[in-house]
């Protein structure tokens, strides 16, 4: 067995190519007499050179390093890319095991894997036979790692060229193109089980369906990325090249078996044997990959010319010909499967179909039919889109399906019903209300006009589509019309577009229309239920079956109502002012109550409350209010930059890009890593260390590594970012305390202060101004007291005890009860 190595050299001409530049004395002489220095040589590419290497020899060499007296220590990195190559090689033997497929080939297989690992060991100082590996906490041996190498002296003149070396005659492209297939593929087995563990803490209660929404979209888009750098190969093989983007994926595997069986690829795929089940099909996900196909065969071409459902098939449609394989083990599942995905995919393409009909006619559907955003429907657009079947398209499928089997047959998924009770919990906080002439209303708080859209689209998906009240109507209009027009039986039954597409389909695949079956083909049919996949009967099963599609509408739900939060806050201002009233009451220590999102809200908005400088003195309170609201003459251009507005954090910004898909999935996901990397830096022990890597450039990830990062740091990020922060409820509280408070300085202190509200509005331009005048009051009396140079602590001025004292009673009273609602 022979080991190849693949090493890049430059050219000899830049290797060889002598430095021109003079210096000193010679220099300047050189320079007097016009000579300059030569011109390099343009820069070439790096060339690869291949060595090959015996097992034999490979151990030999490795006995030779162990047995030095002055050993080297392996270096970390090829450490690391050892294990990693041993641990791929043995899955990849593993499967080879497991399937069955070609005992002797994977013998030998498993020789080299055992070899390798022994080098590993030995290498390492993890043998019995070996060296003791060194403590962690030992001196680094500074000495020269090279030493025991007999290195012979190159004399200066001697050229130092890339030797060319005698390669092997076997072309070895094959066998590496089918190993970066397998790592490819088992890639994706590595994202799916995460995906599955994801939505399996969600089950337990231990991640929010957003965050297990995130992961599998971040799960899905490096999944994309990898078909993507895996597409510019070409694994069609044989004559059966195909259109369909996985299949053609596919076919090395189901080749190099073939061959490996002693059996013909080519005579197999035009018998009834491609019918039987085999190990790998359920590795290359070909179960699900044969539903897709079916579906957008019929999609593709008859999405025009037959009215939904289309006529679709079961799985047991292709085994006419061989119906006793239908009761081996795993076929059972399989049909459960084809059916359950179809109908996902029926409600899907409905939705689909009819918004572009609405479109064509000029019709407002928004009300009507749902938002469709989620990856599962995007990837099943490009089914009748394209004609084609992707392996982005059928890993998302296989998501899907994997969902529901983490949670069986419940009519009423956790994520369902989550997402209804984060429909609610909406409702509540909106207050939606409609008044005698049908004018939407939201009780006691009114909305800029430039809000009105916004507003409107948390109706939308409030009161229409997260309760599904239009749509099932809309659905079940269809499904009468079905029933008048079966598109099963005898073909002459059928509607006469169904039959003159069928024909076509027949012509195209260089079918008879008019040669009818064989009698054994009849009878097989007969005996079998070959009707086509009606869709679900059930009003929600879009939402009851595609976890996709409800944490990307929780999460669509989440962005608005932080939007529309920050919104309002910034029109009332009470958040603004009780901001600053806390904050003062805390830096004092007049109270000794913790209001768990004021605490939140200064440590996200420090910005626009305080301009970065959180204040701890009277003086530095009234004064960072008065500054940050205008009131001081420093603020000359308080108006134009409008400074004292909240604004989203960053996690938020790029929650937001990936509900809207404006800059696409990669660059929305990209954005949010980034703020994951930032907090994964904040977490981890900070040591004086000086930075060897090039700033503003991150290292490569694998697969595994980006998905364990999501997992890890997503919820940490969501819980500690303002997504979950109840800004409309919190303005409504503020709005309360404040005129609490006016009324204490009234009655207790004679303190009028007029409130500044336009008939109409619910918002009340004087609720800055009143904190402004507590604390200003307090400044000025905590000077008095400073110069009189008192002993006594100072205890803050009667307005600002008043207002404490009005603070802690509503609070108590009222905001208590709405801590765990704001959130």
């Not at 869709?535 to 929600?540: A, F, I, L, R, Y």
């Not at 009051?777 to 803050?796: D, L, P």
Request: glycine share 4%; charged share 25%; proline share 5%.
């Amino acid at each position: 067995m022979r080991m190849t190595l693949t090493i890049l050299t430059q050219a000899p001409e830049i290797i060889t190519a002598p430095s021109q530049r003079l210096k000193g004395k010679v220099r300047k002489l050189a320079k007097q007499a016009g000579s300059g220095s030569a011109p390099l040589a343009p820069a070439r590419p790096a060339r690869s050179v291949t060595y090959m290497m015996s097992t034999n020899e490979l151990v030999a060499r490795v006995q030779a390093v162990v047995q030095s007296p002055k050993r080297p220590a392996l270096p970390a990195g090829i450490c690391s890319v050892l294990e990693r190559a041993i641990a791929a090689r043995q899955r990849c033997a593993q499967w080879y095991k497991d399937s069955g497929a070609h005992v002797e080939a994977n013998d030998g297989h498993l020789h080299f894997i055992e070899i390798l690992r022994n080098a590993f060991n030995a290498l390492s100082a993890k043998d019995t036979g070996g060296g003791v590996a060194e403590s962690a906490h030992s001196q680094v041996d500074l000495s020269n790692i090279f030493e025991a190498l007999e290195v012979q002296e190159v004399d200066d003149e001697f050229p130092v060229i890339a030797v060319d070396v005698s390669t092997s005659s076997m072309n070895p492209s094959a066998a590496r193109e089918t190993y970066e297939l397998f790592c490819f593929v088992d890639d994706l087995h590595t994202i799916q089980g995460d995906i599955q563990a994801i939505w399996r803490r969600f089950a337990k209660g231990e991640v929010d369906i957003k965050v297990a929404n995130i992961v599998t979209q971040a799960g899905l888009d490096v999944v994309k990325r990898l078909e993507q750098e895996h597409s510019g190969r070409n694994n069609s093989c044989g004559h059966h090249g195909s259109k369909h983007p996985h299949i053609n994926l596919a076919m090395p595997v189901f080749y190099t078996e073939s061959y490996m069986n002693g059996e013909d690829p080519d005579e197999i795929l035009n018998t009834v044997k491609s019918l039987e089940h085999r190990a790998f099909h359920d590795f290359l996900y070909l179960p699900t990959t044969r539903t897709l196909m079916k579906f957008a065969d019929v999609a593709y071409k008859l999405k025009d010319q037959v009215a939904w459902p289309l006529p679709v098939f079961p799985m047991r449609f292709g085994y006419i010909s061989r119906p006793e394989l239908l009761e081996l083990p795993g076929y059972k599942q399989q049909e459960d499967d084809d059916e359950l995905l179809t109908q996902i995919l029926h409600d899907v393409y409905l939705i689909d179909d009819s918004r572009k009909i609405a479109r064509d006619h000029g019709m407002d559907y928004r009300g009507t039919l749902p938002i469709l955003q989620d990856e599962f429907a995007k990837s099943a657009r490009t089914l009748w889109e394209t004609g084609r079947v992707s392996t982005y398209a059928v890993f998302t499928s296989r998501i899907v399906l994997d969902i529901l089997e983490i949670y069986g047959s419940s009519d009423q998924p956790p994520f369902a019903t989550q997402l209804k009770d984060d429909c609610m919990r909406a409702a509540d906080t909106m207050e939606f209300v409609t008044d005698d002439l049908g004018r939407l209303d939201t009780k006691e708080v009114r909305w800029l006009t430039k809000d009105q859209q916004l507003i409107m689209d948390l109706h939308r998906r409030i009161t229409l589509q997260i309760p599904d009240k239009a749509f099932p109507q809309f659905k079940e209009y269809f499904l009468k019309g079905y029933a008048k027009h079966p598109r099963s039986g005898p073909i002459e039954d059928m509607p006469p577009e169904f039959q003159a597409a069928y024909r076509q389909r027949m012509i195209e695949r260089g079918e008879d229309p008019d040669d009818g079956p064989s009698e054994e083909h009849r009878r097989n049919a007969a005996k079998m239920d070959l009707e086509p996949i009606e869709p679900s009967q059930q009003h929600d099963f879009l939402q009851t079956q595609n976890a996709l599609y409800c944490g990307s509408l929780s999460l669509q739900l989440m962005c608005l109502l932080e939007e529309a939060g920050i919104s309002l806050a910034n029109h009332h201002l009470s958040i603004f002012a009780t901001a600053h009233l806390y904050n003062a009451l805390q830096q004092l220590s007049l109270t000794e109550i913790k209001w768990p999102d004021f605490e939140r809200i200064i440590d996200l908005h420090t910005e626009a409350l305080f301009a970065n400088d959180v204040p701890k003195t009277a003086a530095d309170c009234y004064r960072r209010m008065a500054y940050r609201t205008g009131y001081s003459g420093a603020s000359r251009t308080f108006d134009k930059k409008k400074p004292w507005k909240f604004r989203t954090g960053a996690a938020s910004a790029s929650l937001r890009q990936l509900v809207d898909s404006k800059d696409g999935l990669e660059h929305a996901l990209l954005q949010l890593e980034t703020q994951i990397d930032n907090h994964a830096t904040q977490q981890a022990v900070r040591k004086p260390k000086k930075s060897t890597t090039t700033p503003g450039r991150r290292r490569q990830l694998n697969p595994a590594q980006i998905m364990s990062r999501f997992q890890q740091y997503l919820p940490i990020v969501l819980v500690l970012k303002d997504m979950d922060l109840n800004y409309i409820t919190l303005t409504k509280t503020c709005n309360a305390l404040i005129k609490a408070i006016r009324a204490a300085l009234r009655s207790e202190l004679g303190i009028h202060i007029p409130t500044s509200q336009a008939i109409g509005e619910s918002n009340d331009h004087s609720v800055v101004a009143v904190v402004l005048l507590v604390l200003g009051e307090n400044q000025s009396k905590a000077a008095v007291h400073e110069r009189k140079k008192s002993k006594a602590a100072f205890e803050g001025s009667p307005e600002l005890q008043v207002a404490c004292k009005a603070f802690e009673a509503f609070f108590n009273d009222h905001a208590k009860r709405t801590i765990g609602n704001s959130s």
